[in-house]
């Protein structure tokens, strides 16, 4: 097996000068970086559990003997291979290192070909244990992921191997795909799967937020910038640092911040509002757009600049309906995990429920397939129907207790009183807000949940503005 030896580092331990250099020079012939050092303290000090290289010491150490600095290495990874320099006469000593776990050992006077030769076989076999360990976590986070973003057709398995690849990068990523595909899941799996899964994952979705307020949450503001601005806060983007960015409908952002957006990627400084001097930030960007970002860069919302620093990659996230059998795999999924949240028996679905869940459009995506289930589930025990029905709608509004469960009975109060206020306030936010006790987060949240716009008030019955 032959490998790139760039990485590759021999740290040679010997307190003798002249031994030092002499290895030095047989190694590095040999191709291999090295990093010399006196003591066994010394030589803890550079390791680390992924270390690429293989140690060369003299078995002989002042203090502390190659014995137990071998001891210690194999505490900190026990695949570290460990060749010792001995003298002649320290054969019961080379023997003991070898049960212990010592790669090799080189007997002094040595042959420069020799170790040069030992050296490589131990650095061939550390790149093995590396490939092998990198390989497994691998496995193993594919797994979760799998579950995390289910689906079998081949978008989704390349999606998913994308994912993995990607996330151990710091390219800036755009997924891009319509409503409920699982933009966000995505988002989130860029962030767990990747090297940054310890910092934070800070997430903004601009076309949430009233205009004005964008600014201060992702910049934030020196204390005194603005009348109401009393005290310093940190923005979106200086939290994010060490970690990921996640910007929620991008093209939503508004086009008197984009330019200010820009400065930060390109930079990687923020600019508090109000602020003197810059603050530096360590970010990975990963954004979202439920429409298409060029057509965004057409209509001029969004600042061609922008997006070339937003797409370094792009992830296209396909519509349910064009995933095959992938509607059939989630539904069952899910139901499975509603019962079991529930505390419910998992209900049986009929070939017309089936049928209907690979031949409808599924307009509201994953999202819409996953309230299908969990609606499926609840009204199984009491007033079982066909899934087209539920999810069409092809019945009477009214809910009776007999239909739906506490959950369903109070989510359709919610959105009666909701649409009521909006209609009444001719779709002014702030007036609902204001009715409702509300603050606008929440409200949003809870309209988009409930399917509910503002222009609802323009199609209404009465209003009575
Ligand atoms: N492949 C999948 N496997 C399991 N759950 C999924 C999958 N895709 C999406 N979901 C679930 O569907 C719901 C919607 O997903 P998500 O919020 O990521 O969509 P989105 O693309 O961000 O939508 P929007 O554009 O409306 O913000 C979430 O509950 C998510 O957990
Ligand atoms: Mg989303």
């Given at each position: 097996?032959t490998?790139d030896?760039?990485?590759?580092r021999?740290l040679?331990?010997d307190?003798?000068?002249s031994?030092?250099a002499a290895?030095?020079?047989w190694?590095?012939?040999?191709?291999?970086d090295?990093?010399?050092?006196?003591?066994?303290d010394q030589?803890?000090?550079k390791?680390?559990?992924?270390?690429e290289?293989c140690?060369?010491?003299d078995?002989m150490?002042?203090?502390?003997?190659?014995?137990s600095?071998l001891?210690?290495?194999g505490?900190?990874?026990g695949?570290?291979?460990?060749?010792l320099?001995?003298g002649?006469?320290d054969?019961p000593?080379a023997v003991?290192?070898?049960r212990?776990g010592?790669?090799?050992?080189v007997?002094k006077?040595f042959?420069?070909?020799h170790?040069a030769?030992v050296?490589?076989r131990a650095?061939?076999?550390r790149?093995?244990?590396?490939?092998?360990?990198?390989?497994?976590t691998?496995?193993?986070?594919?797994a979760?992921?799998e579950?995390?973003?289910?689906?079998?057709?081949p978008?989704?398995?390349?999606?998913?191997q994308?994912?993995?690849h990607?996330?151990?990068?710091?390219a800036?990523v755009l997924?891009?795909g319509?409503?409920?595909?699982?933009k966000?899941?995505?988002?989130q799996?860029l962030?767990?799967?990747?090297?940054r899964?310890?910092g934070?994952?800070a997430a903004?979705?601009?076309a949430?937020l009233?205009e004005t307020?964008?600014?201060?949450?992702?910049?934030?503001?020196?204390?005194?910038a603005?009348?109401?601005a009393?005290r310093?806060?940190?923005g979106r983007?200086?939290a994010?640092s060490?970690?990921?960015?996640?910007?929620d409908e991008?093209?939503?952002?508004?086009?008197?911040l984009?330019?200010?957006?820009?400065?930060?990627?390109?930079?990687k400084?923020?600019?508090?509002?109000?602020?003197?001097?810059?603050v530096?930030v360590d970010?990975?960007?990963?954004?979202?757009?439920n429409?298409?970002?060029?057509?965004a860069?057409r209509?001029?919302?969004?600042r061609?600049?922008?997006?070339f620093?937003?797409n370094a990659i792009?992830l296209?996230v396909?519509?349910?309906?064009?995933?095959g059998r992938d509607?059939?795999?989630?539904?069952d999924?899910?139901?499975?995990?509603?019962a079991?949240h529930y505390?419910?028996?998992?209900?049986g679905?009929?070939?017309?429920?089936e049928a209907?869940l690979?031949?409808?459009?599924?307009?509201?995506?994953?999202?819409e397939l996953?309230?299908a289930a969990?609606?499926f589930?609840?009204n199984?025990?009491?007033s079982?129907?066909p899934?087209e029905?539920l999810?069409?709608?092809?019945?009477?509004e009214?809910m009776?207790?007999?239909?739906?469960?506490l959950?369903e009975?109070?989510d359709a109060y919610?959105?009666?009183l909701?649409?009521s206020a909006?209609?009444?306030?001719?779709?002014r936010?702030?007036d609902?807000?204001?009715?409702l006790?509300l603050?606008?987060r929440?409200l949003?949240?809870?309209?988009?949940?409930h399917g509910?716009s503002?222009d609802?008030a323009?199609?209404?019955?009465t209003?009575?503005?």
């Amino acid at each position: 097996m032959t490998q790139d030896t760039d990485q590759v580092r021999v740290l040679i331990v010997d307190d003798d000068p002249s031994m030092r250099a002499a290895l030095r020079q047989w190694i590095r012939l040999a191709g291999f970086d090295t990093l010399e050092v006196a003591t066994a303290d010394q030589a803890m000090g550079k390791l680390t559990p992924d270390f690429e290289g293989c140690v060369v010491s003299d078995v002989m150490l002042e203090g502390e003997d190659g014995m137990s600095l071998l001891r210690r290495i194999g505490s900190l990874d026990g695949d570290v291979p460990v060749v010792l320099i001995t003298g002649h006469g320290d054969v019961p000593m080379a023997v003991e290192a070898m049960r212990a776990g010592a790669y090799d050992f080189v007997e002094k006077p040595f042959d420069p070909d020799h170790i040069a030769e030992v050296v490589r076989r131990a650095c061939d076999k550390r790149a093995l244990v590396l490939e092998n360990r990198a390989l497994k976590t691998q496995l193993a986070d594919g797994a979760s992921l799998e579950s995390r973003l289910i689906g079998n057709s081949p978008a989704m398995q390349t999606l998913r191997q994308q994912i993995l690849h990607f996330a151990k990068t710091d390219a800036a990523v755009l997924i891009t795909g319509e409503t409920g595909t699982g933009k966000e899941v995505i988002a989130q799996a860029l962030h767990d799967f990747s090297l940054r899964k310890d910092g934070p994952f800070a997430a903004i979705n601009a076309a949430a937020l009233p205009e004005t307020m964008v600014e201060a949450e992702l910049f934030g503001h020196e204390a005194g910038a603005f009348t109401g601005a009393d005290r310093l806060r940190t923005g979106r983007i200086e939290a994010a640092s060490g970690g990921v960015l996640f910007l929620d409908e991008i093209v939503s952002m508004p086009l008197a911040l984009q330019p200010k957006l820009l400065r930060v990627l390109q930079e990687k400084k923020v600019d508090r509002i109000g602020g003197t001097k810059p603050v530096d930030v360590d970010i990975r960007l990963v954004s979202a757009a439920n429409m298409d970002p060029r057509e965004a860069v057409r209509s001029g919302n969004l600042r061609e600049d922008l997006l070339f620093r937003l797409n370094a990659i792009e992830l296209t996230v396909p519509p349910l309906r064009e995933r095959g059998r992938d509607s059939l795999l989630l539904f069952d999924t899910f139901l499975n995990r509603f019962a079991a949240h529930y505390g419910l028996e998992v209900p049986g679905t009929s070939a017309q429920d089936e049928a209907f869940l690979q031949t409808y459009g599924w307009p509201g995506n994953v999202r819409e397939l996953r309230n299908a289930a969990e609606r499926f589930v609840l009204n199984a025990g009491v007033s079982p129907q066909p899934l087209e029905s539920l999810v069409t709608g092809q019945r009477s509004e009214v809910m009776t207790v007999a239909e739906g469960g506490l959950k369903e009975l109070m989510d359709a109060y919610e959105r009666n009183l909701i649409e009521s206020a909006l209609r009444r306030h001719g779709g002014r936010v702030a007036d609902v807000m204001r009715e409702l006790n509300l603050p606008r987060r929440t409200l949003n949240e809870k309209m988009a949940r409930h399917g509910l716009s503002r222009d609802l008030a323009g199609q209404s019955e009465t209003t009575d503005a």
